[in-house]
Nanobody, 112 residues
């Protein structure tokens, strides 16, 4: 099982980034699908998720509601996170997680 996250980088406040997570070795099935993030000195926290992989129902952390959108492409076996209106508090390493399997993380840095 391999989850490869990409798309992070340096962006100015107010900007946008789209993260991708390429998945190999498993399919989404009914497993929970999620993006997490971990800022320096803080615990890893969930950002957005499909609680049940096959369902289109999504949940978001309050601090990203209206700004971030999680999506998936089952044909490509990929997970995405569109991040708009970024602010400096969004600076963190972002991780994808499917059924308990973690990707390696991609760094997002938002400058003021």
């Amino acid at each position: 099982v391999q989850l490869q996250a990409s798309g992070g980088g340096l962006v100015q406040a107010g900007g946008s980034l789209r993260l991708s997570c390429a998945v190999s070795g498993l399919t989404f099935g009914n497993s929970a699908i999620a993006w997490f993030r971990q800022a320096p000195g803080k615990e890893r926290e969930v950002v957005a998720r499909f609680p049940i992989g096959r369902s289109n129902y999504t949940t978001y952390a309050d601090f990203v509601k209206g700004r971030f959108t999680i999506s998936r492409d089952t044909a490509k076996n990929a997970l995405y996170l569109q991040m708009n209106s970024l602010n400096t508090e969004d600076t963190a390493v972002y991780y994808c997680n499917i059924g308990g399997h973690w990707g390696q993380g991609t760094q997002v840095t938002v400058s003021s």
